[in-house]
């Protein structure tokens, strides 16, 4: 293989990882707006939201995003993960003074 293929080839696959990298990004930017909103918390709040509820309920982040993002289109979320995003929400609450509405 010529020097100029092996660039090629390193370039493409450099190409995918960084167009993967900025799908995900764009899916947790969204689901941070969908908790900021539904748990009437500031987007600083709601990033700490996502990356707890993935941890404790052990779902990679990127498919919690996503998660997130169909159940504000009316999907579901599995239950261990609705539950914890709940009592999530419920903490940030009440660390902040606020109250949230998400009760679905």
């Keep these: 293989m010529t020097d100029l293929a092996r660039d090629v080839r390193r ?3 450099e ?3 960084l167009l993967r990298a900025l799908k995900a990004d764009a899916t947790h930017h969204q689901a941070v707006g969908v908790l900021a909103v539904l748990g009437r918390i500031a ?3 709601a990033w700490r939201v996502l ?3 993935a941890q404790r309920t052990g779902t990679d982040l990127d498919d919690l995003a996503e ?3 169909t159940f504000a289109q009316g999907g ?3 239950n261990p993960q609705l539950g914890e995003l ?3 929400l419920d903490r940030d ?3 902040s003074g606020a109250e949230t509405s998400v009760r679905a």
């Design 51 to 53: 990356r707890d509820v």
């Design 76 to 78: 579901d979320l599995p």
């Design 93 to 95: 609450a009440i660390d």
């Design 86 to 88: 709940r009592r999530a």
């Design 15 to 17: 190409n995918e990882q």
């Design 67 to 69: 998660g997130v993002l």
């Design 43 to 45: 987007p600083e709040a």
């Design 11 to 13: 370039l493409r696959a």
